[in-house]
T-cell receptor, first 115, second 108 residues
Framework: DAGVTQSPTHLIKTRGQQVTLRCSPI?????VSWYQQVLGQGPQFIFQ???????GRGNFPDRFSARQFPNYSSELNVNALLLGDSALYLC??????????????FGAGTRLSVL | GIQVEQSPPDLILQEGANSTLRCNFS?????LQWFHQNPWGQLINLFY???GTKQNGRLSATTVATERYSLLYISSSQTTDSGVYFC??????????FGTGTRLQVTL
């Protein structure tokens, strides 16, 4: 079975541009979460979606937005890119939203560089 | 929200040595996972262990929920064990809060 897939793997943008990152969850998983990992730190939670609805949002500015589609895939959009947005963006999927036994599985990430 | 702290931040081992990585968390957890992040950035699930002890080959983990800590044991380390090990936990919300990681380097 395919794991969590993310595209593209690498991306280079300039300041002020907009970017869209994509994620396909493990088959049967209905919840998708996005995390940002800057160099030298642990991943930080950005969003969680379940059944196409936002179920959690981390401490990120409104330039960050996301959505989930009927097939449970998801997109993360970042507008007006800043140098500080350079990071590894990770997508995770899980079966449900319930906290207990909610094991999250991660994709390989999209490495975004903002010049 | 939950705070997660890991120690040590860096660890250098010779191949064949054993090690213990520690994760402390600030509140009751519903989910605790250990991950290994390889040099390409992939987070690989090692254990889901909100309580108790589990073993998988040369790796084992123990979580003592009442004392709010978890330990990851690596025995007979190999160069392929190098990378960053993260502990992550959830409380009442289902988002994972990660520690800052332990960077492990295994040398020949």
């Amino acid at each position: 079975d395919a794991g969590v897939t993310q595209s593209p793997t690498h991306l280079i943008k300039t300041r002020g541009q907009q970017v869209t990152l994509r994620c396909s969850p493990i088959s049967g998983h209905k919840s998708v979460s996005w995390y940002q990992q800057v160099l030298g730190q642990g991943p930080q939670f950005i969003f969680q979606y379940y059944e196409k609805e936002e179920r959690g949002r981390g401490n990120f500015p409104d330039r960050f937005s996301a959505r989930q589609f009927p097939n449970y895939s998801s997109e993360l959009n970042v507008n007006a890119l800043l140098l500080g947005d350079s990071a590894l963006y990770l997508c995770a999927s899980s079966l449900t939203l319930t906290v207990a036994k909610n094991i999250q599985y991660f994709g390989a990430g999209t490495r975004l560089s903002v010049l | 929200g939950i705070q997660v702290e890991q120690s040590p931040p860096d660890l250098i081992l010779q191949e064949g040595a054993n090690s213990t990585l520690r994760c402390n968390f600030s509140d009751s957890v519903n989910n605790l996972q250990w991950f290994h992040q390889n040099p390409w950035g992939q987070l690989i699930n090692l254990f889901y262990i909100p309580s108790g002890t589990k073993q998988n080959g040369r790796l084992s983990a123990t979580t003592v929920a009442t004392e709010r800590y978890s330990l990851l044991y690596i025995s007979s380390s190999q160069t392929t064990d190098s990378g960053v090990y993260f502990c992550a936990a959830t409380g009442t919300a289902s988002k994972l809060t990660f520690g800052t990681g332990t960077r492990l380097q295994v040398t020949l």
